[in-house]
């Protein structure tokens, strides 16, 4: 049976401009960095696409190397895409990225001219798409002059296989580099991906969220639950089939669940209930209270995930006492 997207999708689902852009985004994205691989369930895929859209997520976050194997995630998107949601292509906001290692040899990966605009074809080739919403840098490249990986994004923008350009992993101080080469060239650059979580504030120390609320650009938070630390699924140990269970991930060790992490979660936990959410609710809460951020990327293993997720925008908004003490009890 054909897909039909949900009448009401819009009704509880809350948007924000990215910074001072006329750019719309749900305030909960949903990103494709795990579960959308080759390894990956199809039809849980398109559940959970379905899911996102019919709770109102228009922004689906991808990168070039996401998988595994790397270029699977798009061409999983493209596929679903194109076989049940083409009819809304514009209502959705689809994002990529490049600089990370993709294939082999020495344009493969970095911020070159050369390796941005054959990975943003690349792209576009694995999603069937004309044109990215949002394209990205995905990392700081020592080894390239940032002139030329900010021309890359104003030439993918002017040539219209991008709409706006974004950067990742970029602390403040080169983000403002960055930033005043884009609006040099006449290049709608709108927002700043970062990792932020109740675990790591590292955006609160190097001068990225203090860029974006100074220039007027969004923050799209990635790993709002730090990799599943903040979910609660590790309140009463490893659970089977976990991240840290499988192993695969260099930041998700068994060591990382110290006693005094686990009884920082219980705390926050307990603070979560009292207000009626999960741990994993309120942690996104909590990042979504920041003012700076627009927007949180989740990933969601399933529908039903994905659902408990956006559900954190029903309770009230963290108070700035709420948001400190939570943040204390990991200080």
Known sequence: MAYQADQARYRNMQYAASGQSGLALSRVALGLWHNFGSQDPFD??????????????????????????????EENFGRILHGDLSAYRDELVIA??????????????G????????????????????????FYSHRMDPDTPLEETMGALAQAVRQGKALYAGISNYDGET???????????????VVCQNRYSLLDCTVEQNGLLAYARESGKGVAAFSPLAQGLLSGRYLHGIPQGSRIARGN???????????????ALEKLSKMAADRGQTLAQFA???????????SVLVGASCAAQLRENVACLTAAPLSKEERQAAASILA
């Open 44 to 73: 849980t895929m398109r559940e959970t696409l379905f899911a996102a859209f019919d709770c109102g997520i228009t922004y689906f976050d991808l990168a070039n190397n996401y998988g595994p194997v790397p270029g699977s995630a």
């Open 96 to 109: 990529t990225k490049a600089g990370y290692r993709m294939w082999p040899g020495p344009y493969g990966t």
């Open 111 to 134: 911020g070159s001219r050369k390796a941005m605009l054959a990975s943003l074809d690349q792209s576009l080739t694995r999603m069937k798409l004309d044109y990215v919403d949002i």
């Open 175 to 189: 983000a403002k580099r960055a930033g005043a080469l884009l609006t040099a060239a006449g290049c709608p650059f």
């Open 249 to 263: 991930s260099v930041r998700m060790k068994p060591e990382v669940l110290t006693p005094a992490l686990l009884q």
């Open 284 to 294: 996104l809460s909590w990042v979504l209270s920041a003012p700076e951020v627009t």
